[in-house]
């Protein structure tokens, strides 16, 4: 029992707990990898919605399963108190905020009535730049606001996989397919999540008995 | 005056909370103050405490009338649900109050 007696990081200790499972990373993943897939058949409208639908129910599934059967069970349950709650509507206000800037710079690109020094600036980003940032403002303020440090690499991956496809021929010169940005950042992403639920397996074995205050 | 302030510093020492100042139930209230609930496992995984352990200072925590205990059927599997009572929070900001002024009198 070496607990410093910092309430704050006592409660960031525990919340970070929730997160060493893994499933959060192998969900992102997952998603990058199917966007990925998603992308080799956009000729084909039918297959394309089909893969989209599975990309968005396949992930989920093995978020909210895995917790239940995989995390629960290993970890036991909480609730966290209202300063946390606080904070999770704050990262959803500033994602709020972060998905209007970035319609607005879709709408004006799209209508043609981007101000000239902020068409200048976008020259030849397309999309990208509007999606990118929206992509890392998520994952930055998702990170700083749960305390989970590696989402500000995946920001940075899924905003990089986003420009890249974009902007890479553009600037390089040399054609490389989208989904193979989109593919090595989920392929990131999954290897670090898989790590991260054999590491949290080993540790946290299922407890053999049920777990409760003696003699209740 | 002198007395005074001795008499004072005498009174704080004898005002901390026995029941909250042993370490392993000082962790246990410090873990149920910042969170809303939480089950025994997780607690258990969380303070490092062996089961017997914890479960003993959640007894003497409960008579205390500081944690409440609640047994809950979670997707038909038993769970131990622990939160802090209203008076718990109280009596665990007191102590922290009663901690802070009692070491900011100590000389050095």
Same mark, same amino acid.
């Given at each position: ?116 020094? #902020? ?37 940075? #991956? ?59 | ?20 100042? $042993?370490? *392993? ?8 103050? /910042?969170?809303?609930? *939480?089950?025994?496992?997780?607690? $258990? ?16 925590? $409960? ?10 059927? /979670?997707?038909?599997?038993? !769970? ?8 718990? !929070?109280?009596?665990?900001? *007191? ?6 002024? /009692? ?6």
């Amino acid at each position: 029992m070496k607990e410093n007696l910092n309430l704050k990081e006592l409660e960031r200790k525990a919340y970070r707990a929730t997160f060493q499972d893994g499933f959060l990373d192998i969900t992102l993943g997952l998603f990058l990898i199917g966007s990925a897939i998603a992308g080799l058949f956009q000729d084909n409208k039918p297959v394309r919605l089909i893969i989209t639908v599975i990309i968005i129910l396949v992930p989920l599934a093995i978020f909210l399963l895995g917790k239940k059967k995989i995390t629960v069970p290993r970890i036991g349950m909480v609730k966290f108190g209202a300063e946390r709650k606080a904070r999770k509507k704050k990262v959803a206000a500033i994602i709020l905020m972060a998905v209007i800037i970035s319609s607005l710079l879709a709408l004006m690109a799209m209508t043609h009535s981007m101000p000239i020094f #902020l068409a200048e600036l976008l020259k030849g980003f397309g999309s990208a730049v509007g999606f990118g940032l929206l992509a890392f403002t998520m994952f930055i303020f998702g990170g700083y606001y749960n305390d989970i440090p590696r989402l500000y690499l995946y920001g940075l #991956l899924f905003g990089a996989s986003l420009f890249l496809s974009e902007c890479y021929y553009n600037k390089v010169g040399i054609e490389v397919h989208s989904s193979v940005w989109f593919g090595a950042s989920g392929l990131i992403m999954l290897s670090i999540g898989i790590s991260l639920l054999i590491r949290f397996i080993r540790l946290y074995p299922v407890p053999s008995e049920e777990r409760t205050v003696e003699g209740e | 005056m002198k007395e005074n302030k001795d008499g004072e510093k005498i009174r704080s020492l004898s005002e901390i909370d026995r029941v909250i100042h $042993e370490p *392993a139930r000082l962790l246990i209230m410090a873990y149920l103050f /910042v969170v809303e609930s *939480a089950d025994f496992l997780f607690l $258990e995984r969380q303070t490092g405490l062996t089961r017997g352990n914890l479960s003993s200072h959640l007894s003497k925590l $409960e008579d205390a009338g500081y944690v409440e205990i609640k047994k809950e059927f /979670v997707d038909k599997i038993p !769970r131990t649900l622990l939160s802090l009572t209203v008076s718990g !929070r109280e009596a665990f900001k *007191a102590y922290r109050d009663n901690m802070k002024h /009692v070491l900011d009198e100590l000389p050095g």
